[in-house]
């Protein structure tokens, strides 16, 4: 399969253990967050959003975490598996493109160790 | 599988050849999208369309690039005279426009030679 993201940062993580992925953002006006998941030669797959009225949200296994404050954002992903291997994206966007187009940051590769 | 399929998944072209993909989109998605993704980065705005109507066009969209949505259910995007710099995945996706989740198909690689 294709290789997404050759030059991404990359989190490694033993199986089992739990995983944190951070985002910045740049963008104050931004209201809705979404992590999306991407596996090698697939299209981005949703895992949870949340809006900015939130500062945590809880899905199967994950946690986004919004801290408006300072801009970041960050999942969190318990008992991580070989399943979670991945590049995973963070995207925002505000009312001026509410649900038009999101913008996605860089990514990050997580890696899950046997 | 999302329900998104594209077509081609692969494209290798040369540069000054016109290419067209094809994207279509969850049945019921009455928006649809396009990005592009390079090696290392995340997904691009491209443009989208609500129905037929291609609402919203990033300043990316060179005047090389069209899209189209004649019925409002498939897409295609065209790329004239393809450069190197066009060797990207491009990616489509739907949504219905009541909720913010976007379905992302597998995408088309292209590959300028």
């Known amino acids: 399969g294709e290789s997404v993201g050759l030059h991404l940062p990359t989190l490694s993580v033993q199986e089992g253990d739990n995983s944190i992925i951070n985002c910045a953002y740049s963008?104050?006006?931004?209201?809705?967050f979404i992590w999306y998941k991407q596996e090698s030669g697939k299209g981005p797959q949703f895992i949870i959003d949340i809006r900015s009225n939130m500062d945590k949200r809880q899905g199967q296994r994950v946690t986004v975490l919004l801290n408006k404050t300072v801009k970041h954002l960050s999942l969190q992903i318990a008992a991580t598996q070989p399943g979670d291997s991945a590049v995973y994206f963070c995207a925002e966007t505000n009312p001026n493109n509410y649900g038009q187009n999101f913008v996605f940051g860089p990514g990050t590769r997580l890696s899950v160790l046997p | 599988d999302t329900g998104v399929s594209q077509d081609p998944r692969h494209k290798i072209t040369k540069r000054g050849q016109n290419v067209t993909f094809r994207c279509d989109p969850i049945s019921e998605h009455n928006r649809l999208y396009w990005y592009r993704q390079t090696l290392g980065q995340g997904p691009e705005f491209l443009t989208y369309f609500q129905n037929e109507a291609q609402l919203e066009k990033s300043r990316l969209l060179s005047d090389r690039f069209s899209a189209e949505r004649p019925k409002g259910s498939f897409s295609t995007l065209e790329i004239q005279r393809t450069e190197q710099g066009d060797s990207a995945m491009y990616l489509c996706a739907s949504s219905l426009a009541s909720r913010n989740e976007q379905f992302f198909g597998p995408g088309t690689r292209l590959t300028v030679l």
């Open positions: 963008n104050s006006a931004s209201d809705y």
